[in-house]
């Protein structure tokens, strides 16, 4: 099993509030990414990190933040949440050895 | 364009039939090639990867058409435990850097 865990698992919430998904890793890896994955479709990624103190933008818009400060941990933050975030979010990691992605378990975010 | 598209399914296959899957990629470039599996409501896990030669693990094969950008799996004598969403995943640079691109994935139901 990996070592790369997320929290809440779900999470119910309402419209206008702040949350912050937690995501963790205990393999060291330097690279950790956040997904968003609707019921049936594609993975997309949102934000990526190649270290501490590095983050990036992914493919699809998001308005949410993350931060880097330490390799371990890898939070993702909605400063106002509304129901179109309503969604899993699936945090991954990937270290040197390989290019295997590990996912945490997700999610899963309901916004109301 | 989409980076990576596979086959829309769903599949549905009796216990013991032989299935297969494909799934085609944009960037020429890319470099290491994947098929993850992901069980309703899960996170995506690292099925097999897929080299240029062709591998198999067991009861599933995986192929690689550089020319043609397109990559396949093969289920051999399906079980029930097969049911679930494959990802093809397609990493545009080689080892761990690059970015991992997945597909929508096929889904795969085995009935007894």
């Known amino acids: 099993e990996a070592d790369i865990y997320q929290t809440p698992r779900y999470l119910v919430i309402g419209t206008g509030k702040k949350i912050t998904l937690e995501c963790s890793q205990t393999?060291?890896?330097?690279?950790m990414y956040w997904y968003q994955q609707d019921p049936g479709m594609e993975l997309h990624l949102i934000h990526y990190?190649?270290?501490?103190?590095?983050?990036e933008k992914g493919d699809l818009s998001s308005e949410s933040t993350v931060s880097r400060i330490r390799t371990e941990h890898f939070p993702l933050t909605l400063e106002s949440a509304r129901p179109s975030h309503t969604s899993q979010y699936l945090c991954?990691?990937?270290?040197?050895?390989?290019?295997?992605?590990?996912f945490g378990q997700g999610t899963r975010l309901t916004v109301v | 364009r989409k980076e990576v598209e596979q086959d829309p399914g769903p599949f549905n296959v009796p216990e013991g039939a032989t299935v297969a899957f494909n799934c085609t990629y944009s960037n020429s470039a890319s470099q290491s090639f994947f098929w993850y599996r992901q069980d309703c409501r899960k996170e995506p896990k690292l099925l097999m990867s897929?080299?240029?030669s062709g591998n198999e693990d067991g009861r599933f094969t995986a192929q690689l058409n550089r020319a043609s950008q397109y990559i396949s799996l093969l289920i051999r004598d399906s079980k029930l435990s097969d049911s679930a969403t494959y990802l093809c995943v397609v990493n545009d640079r080689g080892s761990t850097l690059g970015r991992l691109y997945f597909g929508r994935g096929t889904q795969l139901t085995v009935w007894p």
């Open positions: 897929v080299y240029s």
């Open positions: 990190s190649y270290g501490v103190n590095s983050t």
């Open positions: 991954a990691s990937r270290g040197d050895r390989g290019p295997e992605a590990f």
């Open positions: 393999m060291g890896h330097d690279k």
